[in-house]
Each structure stands twice: as C-alpha cells, then as structure tokens.
C-alpha cells in the first residue's frame, strides 16, 4: 500500500508526503531485519555446511566487524585470563576478521601443537611481506 502510494506521488511529479516515506521505510527495515533472523539462526536457511554447525570450541559473544576485540581493553593478558575463566581453557576469539584459538592451558597446548604440528610448521604468506621485500619474501 505504501510503496503504490509512493510511486503515485512520485510519477504525478509531486514530492511525496514524509508519512508514506516513514511507513515505506519502517516496512523496508522490518523485511530487511527478518531476512537477516532467518539467514542467521535458521538451521534451513543460515546453514553452509549442510545443515550441520561446526564442532568449534566456546567463544564470547563478537561484534559483527571488530569481532572480540573490544573485549581485550587496555590489559589483554588479564582480559584473557578472565576469558578463558569463563569459557575455558580452549576458546575461540575472533580478532577483527581473523578467527583465533586461545590454549590457555600449557598441557592443552602441548596436545596441540603435537596433534597440529604440520599446520604450524608453517606461515602464512603475508602480502605486507612480499610487499616490504620486493616480492622475494622475508627469511
């Protein structure tokens, strides 16, 4: 009903009354919120793996582009103490848009980096690297 009466306004060549423009825009918003619940929660539709979550460890509650960083504060070593007391000794941040594993145990972290050892034997190819090198890398 809204959008017909915006678009009449609109081809009679005359500006349309701010009344139709907020309920056209209230509507719009409340569409636009509950396709974003059901891509998100929704086992049928929010899912990427067929259905089925992945088995990752607990994590805090994350911002959507900053992730966990307004978490940490001023003393990280601290606020991840305070983490891993609530969560675990094995949990998952999110830093900015880099998911990280936090071990907070030392025989946790000695399974791990056993178990996982060829995944860390290894670096990721940085592009500030190759840029900084001239494209040979950094040794």
Known sequence: MATVVLLDLLHDGRSPHPASVAVLFSILSMLL???YYCGTSSPFWGSR?????????PSP????IIGNLHQLGPLPHRALLALSRR????????????PTLVVSSAEL?????RS???A????PRLRSAVLLSGGKGLA
């Not at 972290?109 to 980096?113: G, Q, R, S």
């Not at 860390?120 to 670096?123: D, I, V």
Request: net charge positive.
């Open 33 to 35: 919120l509950v396709c």
């Open 49 to 57: 793996r067929g259905g089925r979550r992945p088995n990752l460890p």
């Open 61 to 64: 509650r994350k911002l959507p």
């Open 87 to 98: 969560h675990g000794p094995l949990m998952l941040l999110q830093l900015g848009q880099v």
């Open 109 to 113: 972290a000695e399974e791990v980096m």
């Open 116 to 118: 996982q050892d060829l």
């Open 120 to 123: 860390f034997a290894s670096r």
